[in-house]
C-alpha cells in the first residue's frame, strides 16, 4: 500500500554551505525540521569558514541551482521559499527566475551580507540587484539592524530603513536588534508601512553563529504550517531565543544554536 503524509509541509530553503554545521543550509534544515516540516535544501554556495573566521567563499553554478529547484518544485508541493546567502548577481538572477513562475508561495528572505564572525558573503555590486529582483517577491524580510542599514542607505533611522525596505516591495520587515547597544534585544516588526509590534528578549552572553538564519527559516516553517504572518514570526522568535538560551560551544569562536533543544528528554523526568 502507498504510504503518503501530505500533512507535513514542505520548505524549500536557498542557503550556503557552512561546513561548522553552525549556520547556513544545516541551520534551515534543523530548524525547518524542528517546525514539523520538511527540508528541500538547495546551495547557493561553498564557504570555507570556522567558527571564528570566514576565509573565502564560491558561488554555485545558477543553473545548476535553478535545475534542482525546479526538479523539486515539479515533484512537490512547496509551501514556503527561505532565502538566505546568495553570493552573487548570477545567483540572485536565477532565483528571481523561480520566485516569479511561483507568486503565491510565500517568501522568507534572511539577507545574509558578511559571516557572524566577519567578512562578506556577497559580491560586490550585487546589492543593487538584490534590491530590484529579490525584495518585491519577499512576505517577510529578517535583517539585523547592520544588514537593514546597508539595504537602506539614505535612511537615518532603522524605522526609515523599515519604510524604504517595504517601498521596494517587502511585505513585512522584521529587524533584529542583537547589534543595538540597548539592555536587552529589541526586534521590531513593521507592515502596512507602519510599527506593528516591538518583541523584547533577555540580551545572552555570547556571540552566535546561525541566529539569523534560525529565526528566518523557522518563520519559513511556520507560514508552511498555515499561521498568519504575525503569529508565525512571534512564534519563531521565542524558539530562536530558546535555541541561542541552550548553545553551545564546539569551536574556539562564536556558540552554535541548539535548534534541537526539543528533542532532548528532561533527564530529571528519568
Request: aromatic share 6%; hydrophobic share 40%; glycine share 8%.
Amino acid at each position: 500500500m502507498e504510504n503518503t503524509n501530505a500533512s507535513i509541509p514542505v520548505v524549500m530553503c536557498f542557503s550556503g554551505l557552512d561546513p561548522t554545521g553552525g549556520a547556513g543550509i544545516q541551520a534551515d534544515i534543523e530548524a525547518i525540521t524542528s517546525m514539523g516540516c520538511h527540508p528541500a535544501p538547495v546551495v547557493t554556495a561553498m564557504t570555507v569558514q570556522d567558527t571564528q573566521h570566514l576565509m573565502r567563499f564560491e558561488p554555485c553554478d545558477p543553473m545548476l541551482l535553478i535545475e534542482q529547484a525546479r526538479a523539486v518544485l515539479e515533484d512537490m508541493s512547496v509551501q514556503s521559499f527561505k532565502l538566505g546567502m546568495l553570493g552573487s548577481v548570477a545567483i540572485i538572477e536565477a532565483l528571481h527566475s523561480i520566485l516569479i513562475d511561483y507568486p503565491d508561495i510565500p517568501v522568507v528572505f534572511d539577507p545574509v551580507l558578511s559571516a557572524g564572525a566577519g567578512g562578506a558573503l556577497i559580491e560586490d555590486g550585487a546589492l543593487d540587484s538584490l534590491r530590484s529582483l529579490l525584495l518585491p517577491q519577499t512576505s517577510v524580510l529578517t535583517p539585523n539592524s547592520l544588514e537593514a542599514r546597508l539595504l537602506a542607505p539614505n535612511a537615518d533611522t532603522l524605522t526609515a530603513c523599515a519604510e524604504a525596505l517595504q517601498d521596494m516591495g517587502c511585505e513585512f520587515v522584521l529587524i533584529t536588534g542583537t547589534h543595538e547597544a540597548t539592555e536587552d534585544v529589541t526586534n521590531t516588526l513593521y507592515g502596512n508601512h507602519r510599527e506593528l509590534e516591538r518583541f523584547h528578549f533577555t540580551r545572552l552572553p555570547h556571540q552566535y553563529h546561525g541566529s539569523g538564519c534560525t529565526l528566518a527559516a523557522s518563520i519559513a516553517g511556520l507560514l508552511a504550517q498555515g499561521l498568519e504572518p504575525f503569529t508565525a514570526i512571534h512564534e519563531a522568535q521565542t524558539y530562536t531565543w530558546e535555541a541561542l538560551n541552550t548553545a553551545y560551544r564546539t569551536g574556539m569562536g562564536q556558540w552554535i544554536p541548539n535548534r534541537l533543544f526539543w528533542a532532548r528528554g528532561d533527564e530529571d523526568d528519568a
